[in-house]
C-alpha cells in the first residue's frame, strides 16, 4: 500500500506491506522503524487510553492505534496522514497541544470547591440526579484533541475555546461541588465561547470516546440564556 | 451572549412576521394591486405601523447581528470599529423601515 506522509518540507511517499488487522499506528511504527528514522510522531498507550497518537488519517481526525487501515484506506489503496488540523505543527505528524490545553483553562476548567475549600467529609452526590448524568456524560474526555481539529470554528476563529475545553466546562457547571459556577459560565460566553458554535456537530461524530461536546456546549447556551439574560 | 439572545428572538419575531408579511401580500394582490389600495389599509392603522415597525426593527437587529459573524468568520473581519460599523447598517435599515412603515401610516 501505498503510504503518504506529511512531513516538514512536504509530503513523503512510502510503501508498505498490507497485513491483517493492521492499525494505522502499526503502519507509522513500520515506517519510522525500517525507513525513515527521523519520522516524528506521538503514541503511548496503543490501546486507545491516552490519546496521544490522534492524526488526520485520509482527511479525518483519529486515534491511530485503534484505526484498522482496512476500514479508512482509499479506493485506490492510499493512506494519507497528516498532523492534527489547527494546532500549531512541532514536526511532521507532532502538534503542539499547549493552545488546546491553555483554552482548558481559559474556559475554567479547573474544579474550585465551594467556599474555596475542600470539606473534611466525603461529598454525597446521588448518581441518578439529572446533573450527576450530565457531568457523567462528559466526563470520560481524555483530551486527544480530534474534537478540536474537526472543528470548523476553530479554523474560523482561532481564539474559539473549542469543543473539549467547553465540554469540560459544561461538567463542572452540572458538578454540585464546584463553586465557581457564575466565572466559569461568563468565561464560555462570549465570541470565543458556547454562542459561536454553529452546532454542525463535527466534534460529535468523531469523538472516539462518542461523547457529545456539542450538546454540552448546547447546555451552556441554555444555562447562560436563561439563567444570566 | 446579548448579541446571540437578540439574534434568536429575532429570528423568532420574523419567522412569524415574515409569514404575516407574506400572507398579506398573497391577500392584497388578488384581484389587481393598486397604491390607493395599499394606503387605504395602512392609513391612521396603528396595528399596521405597530407590526411593521417591529418587523424592521428585527429585521435591522438580525440581519446586522448576522452579517457581523459571517464577516468575522469567512473575512476576518473583527473587532469594534467593525462592531460600530454593523450597529450603523443595522440602525440605518431599521430607521428605513420603520420610517416606510410611518410613511404608509401618515399619508
Not at chain 1, 109 to 124: C, H, I, M, T
Not at chain 1, 148 to 160: G, K, T
Request: net charge positive.
Amino acid at each position: 500500500m501505498k503510504v503518504r506522509i506529511q512531513r516538514d518540507g512536504g509530503m513523503a511517499e512510502y510503501a508498505v506491506a498490507a497485513r491483517a488487522s493492521q492499525t494505522v499506528l502499526d503502519v507509522v511504527t513500520e515506517i519510522q522503524r525500517e525507513q525513515a528514522p527521523d519520522l516524528a510522531y506521538r503514541f503511548a498507550c496503543r490501546v486507545g487510553m491516552c490519546g496521544s497518537c490522534a492524526m488526520e488519517v485520509n482527511g479525518v481526525a483519529r486515534w491511530t492505534c485503534r484505526t484498522h487501515v482496512s476500514r479508512v484506506v482509499g479506493a485506490d489503496g492510499v493512506l494519507e496522514l497528516r498532523p492534527l488540523a489547527n494546532l500549531p505543527v512541532i514536526r511532521d505528524l507532532v502538534t503542539d497541544m499547549a493552545p488546546f490545553f491553555e483554552k482548558w483553562s481559559r474556559a475554567g476548567g479547573q474544579f474550585v470547591p465551594k467556599d474555596g475549600v475542600v470539606p473534611a467529609e466525603f461529598a454525597v452526590v446521588p448518581p441518578a440526579s439529572p446533573q450527576r448524568r450530565e457531568a457523567d456524560a462528559g466526563i470520560e474526555c481524555i483530551g486527544c484533541g480530534v474534537c478540536y481539529a474537526s472543528c470548523d470554528i476553530v479554523s474560523w476563529n482561532a481564539d474559539y475555546l473549542g469543543p473539549a475545553a467547553m465540554n469540560r466546562a459544561w461538567t463542572l457547571v452540572n458538578d454540585e461541588r464546584d463553586g465557581a459556577r457564575a466565572g466559569r459560565l461568563r468565561a464560555v460566553a462570549g465570541d470565543a465561547g458556547c454562542h459561536s458554535c454553529h452546532s454542525t456537530q463535527g466534534c460529535t461524530e468523531r469523538c472516539p470516546k462518542g461523547l457529545d461536546p456539542s450538546g454540552a456546549i448546547a447546555g451552556l447556551k441554555r444555562t447562560i440564556f436563561w439563567g444570566l439574560a | 451572549m446579548r448579541l446571540w439572545a437578540i439574534q434568536r428572538v429575532t429570528a423568532a419575531v420574523l419567522a412569524l412576521a415574515v409569514a404575516a408579511h407574506l400572507a398579506t401580500i398573497l391577500y392584497a394582490v388578488r384581484g389587481g394591486l393598486s397604491a390607493a389600495e395599499i394606503l387605504g389599509r395602512t392609513r391612521g392603522a396603528e396595528g399596521w405601523l405597530l407590526f411593521y415597525a417591529v418587523f424592521a426593527l428585527a429585521a435591522g437587529l438580525h440581519g446586522a447581528v448576522g452579517l457581523r459573524n459571517v464577516a468575522a468568520e469567512w473575512l476576518g473581519w473583527r473587532g469594534l470599529r467593525w462592531d460600530a460599523t454593523w450597529l450603523a447598517i443595522g440602525a440605518l435599515t431599521a430607521a428605513l423601515g420603520i420610517r416606510a412603515a410611518w410613511g404608509l401610516y401618515h399619508a
